[in-house]
């Protein structure tokens, strides 16, 4: 039973008390190689900006209601123990973590965060496997799964006619897992891989001094003798080769993807449903474009702040049942509210196609018709799913 | 283009009295920095007139004089000679107006600056700034209370309406409503104030004296997501029964009983339907539509789509003359 207050959802002005205290940990770890693109090596508060203000928000609308939130950033350094960093968030009180992790360690985060009774928000890890036969109650993921992604871009791509794909994934774990989403996508939405390739990471440096004179010669070679194909879907999620791809493949083709059209829940050219106040508070705030990694970090630390408010509460267990719930609702500037599909605990999202300078489109595209949600044409549905969450 | 010039000129000395119904309709396009006017007896465009970058909120003084146009990407509100049409002066807005709203008198312009978390208070006859009010976070609708006493101003992200002593510039309550509440209209009897919420889908009815929620109206049309339904606009007819609320891209106007607050019609319009406005004898209700690149025009008592007119892109609001 909600108390009356929050039934009828007057807040009275001017409260007395001290404010309620709400601590969200923040839970990262080293990304390892650059960036391909020069233009896209990420500033030091990458993600963390995007959390950073989204305290700020959550404490303009905690003004209001006597709530108050602080971040607390945490990194896991190599070979740490998770189970060490989130005891350290648990003596603090922290009843929230924000993990931008890699799959394993973000599931072992997730399992010493069950024991003190944390809720862990995923933006790091596209992983389907986190979403499905490693889904875990207590885990709320915000970033896209690599189905989704690869969803989003394929209706794109099948709308436009362009039904032939030329798929060229790279050697790493990562980049096979995103090429088998392709794979899927292609297989659901009607398109055909017409032929598969993959580039091989030789290792070495990632930018060099006269390094463009030798990739003109060598992506036309590699793209060379292709069957007739529309489009080249790159998956190269480790940023090996895929930023070199367009305008150097053999035949003249469009690249999507990984480089060229690329799939994405936010970009700094996202400007219509209101995001452009978003962009633009966010660049008076940082004095940078916003990113992706910054969106998803606001959206986890706006999704504890949303439920708060509506629960009027900071006992993490009523926030919670409320994150998992039905009348969950979030705006984060998609043209409509993020919920969470109940079964994995996914948070559900349109999907961006940017080319990295204006939004090419937004998917779920016109005409893919669900019986729940739209947005459930993106990644693994429920009939799928092997999530099976107690 | 000199054969235009001629007949207008030769035209203008034998222009008939209009009929008393005849407004004059001005639309703000957000995609062409214009605001294209037309008459509401005619419905024909009479002329466009250039303002600056992204019109949005647009209103008319009380006397009629001037047009003002929240022109956010230059920062300012431009008053347009609603005569001559020129642009004759700015208002101090503050950073990215989007929405205001008059005093009742017709004096104060209150607007609301999306990305400072603020609602900048003006003086239209010195066109200067007399305050300024913390709110939310993305301040956009803006609701005065028809004896002036009370700003009901609402924040889309914080997901509050803010009820502001237009006095004392002090915020006497929030009121959480659904997410992204993008409107607020007062009854002209001041006895409800309705706060439309564009991603939660609803419109909530909060009574001023005891800034309670009395009704949460929703909406459902067959054959259409719930996502897709998406509350911006709302007009209460001046005899507090009807209201009219815009439901974006579902491509429709609800008609709601104002007493009971049952829905009671959805009027088919065209794309993505955002801002409207009656003609002052209510005998038209006008709807922008983003998409379509055109108005919908209402007749109030047939309950029916009468019209379409064309303007310029991306139409966004709709202010409508006396005059």
């Known amino acids: ?390 | 283009m000199r054969i235009a010039a001629m007949l207008l000129g030769g035209a203008l000395p034998f222009l008939p009295m209009l009929p008393a119904s005849a407004f004059t309709a001005y639309v703000s396009n957000e995609g062409s920095n214009t605001v294209t006017v037309f008459d509401t007896e005619t419905f024909e465009v009479t002329a466009t007139i250039p303002v600056g970058q992204r019109p949005r909120g647009i209103q008319l003084t009380k006397d009629g004089k001037h047009l003002l146009v929240a022109v956010g990407d230059d920062d300012t509100i431009e008053l347009v000679d609603t005569a001559t049409h020129e642009i004759v002066g700015t208002l101090p807005s503050g950073p990215d107006p989007e929405l205001f709203t008059l005093s009742p008198d017709g004096n104060l312009v209150y607007i609301a600056n999306e990305d400072d978390n603020m609602v900048t208070i003006v003086d239209l006859a010195e066109r200067a700034p007399v305050g300024e009010v913390q709110v939310g976070v993305e301040p956009e609708g803006m609701g005065i209370s028809p004896d002036g006493k009370i700003l009901v101003n609402t924040s889309e992200t914080t997901n509050m309406a803010h009820f502001i002593d237009t006095e004392t510039h002090e915020i006497v309550a929030n009121v959480l409503v659904d997410a992204r509440p993008r409107i607020a209209e007062f009854k002209q009897d001041g006895s409800e104030v309705w706060v439309s919420a564009e991603i939660g889908g609803t419109v909530s009815v909060i009574d001023p004296a005891t800034k309670e929620i009395k009704k949460k109206i929703t909406f459902e049309i067959p054959g259409l997501r719930a996502e897709s339904i998406q509350p911006v606009g709302v007009r209460i007819t001046k005899d507090g029964k009807k209201a009219y609320v815009a439901l974006g891209p579902a491509n429709r106007i609800a008609v709601i009983d104002a007493d009971t607050h049952e829905v009671e019609d959805y009027l088919l319009v065209g794309q993505r339907v955002w801002q409207l406005s009656f003609t002052p004898d209510e005998k038209y209700l006008l709807g922008t539509n983003g998409v379509s690149n055109d108005v919908s025009v209402v007749d109030v008592a047939e309950g029916k789509v009468v019209n379409t007119v064309q303007v310029g892109e991306l139409p966004w609001g709709v202010a409508v003359s006396e005059n």
């Open chain 1, 1 to 390: 039973m909600l108390p009356a207050s929050l039934l009828f959802g007057q807040i009275e002005a001017a409260p007395a008390a001290e404010p309620a205290e709400v601590g969200i940990g923040y839970l990262y770890s080293s990304r390892g190689l650059e960036p391909l693109a020069l233009a896209e090596v990420p500033a030091e508060n990458d993600g963390q900006a995007g959390a950073e203000l989204a305290i700020e928000d959550n404490n303009t609308t905690g003004q209001f209601l006597n709530q108050h939130f602080t971040l607390e950033m945490t990194e896991l350094a190599d070979g740490a123990d998770p189970a060490e960093a989130v005891g350290g968030l648990a003596q603090q009180g922290i009843g929230y973590v924000v993990a931008d992790l890699a799959a394993d360690e973000l599931l072992a985060v997730a399992d010493a965060a069950k024991e003190a009774g944390i809720t862990v928000f995923n933006i790091g890890a596209p992983d389907d496997r986190l979403r499905e036969a490693d889904c875990r109650a207590n885990v709320i993921h915000v970033a896209p799964t690599r189905s989704m992604l690869a969803d989003g871009l394929a209706q794109y791509l099948v709308w436009k006619q362009w039904r032939r794909w030329l798929l060229v994934e790279g050697s790493h774990p990562e980049d096979k897992l995103l090429a088998d989403a392709y794979r899927r996508a292609a297989a659901r939405f009607g398109a055909e891989i017409v032929e598969e390739r993959r580039i091989e990471d030789t290792g070495g440096a990632r930018q060099t001094d006269s390094g463009v004179v030798q990739i003109q010669s060598r992506i036309p070679v590699l793209t060379q003798e292709a069957p007739d194909y529309d489009v080249l879907v790159a998956a190269d999620e480790s940023e090996v080769f895929a930023a070199h791809l367009p305008y150097r493949t053999w035949d003249a083709r469009p690249v999507a993807g990984s480089a060229g059209l690329m799939p994405t829940s936010w970009s700094p050219a996202h400007g219509q449903w209101g995001a452009l106040q978003m962009q633009s508070r966010f660049g008076k705030r940082f004095s940078r474009p916003m990113t992706e990694r910054d969106m998803l970090a606001w959206t986890a630390v706006r999704l504890v702040g949303e439920a708060t408010s509506r629960t009027n509460s900071t006992e993490p267990a009523t926030v919670d049942a409320y994150l998992k719930g039905p009348e969950l609702g979030l705006g984060a500037y998609k043209g409509q509210k993020l919920t969470l599909r109940p079964w994995n605990l996914q948070v559900r999202q349109p999907i961006l196609l940017t080319d990295g300078r204006v939004i090419v489109s937004v998917s779920p595209q016109q005409g893919f018709l669900h019986e729940v949600s739209e947005l459930d044409t993106l990644g693994i549905d429920q009939p799928e799913t092997e999530c099976r969450l107690p």
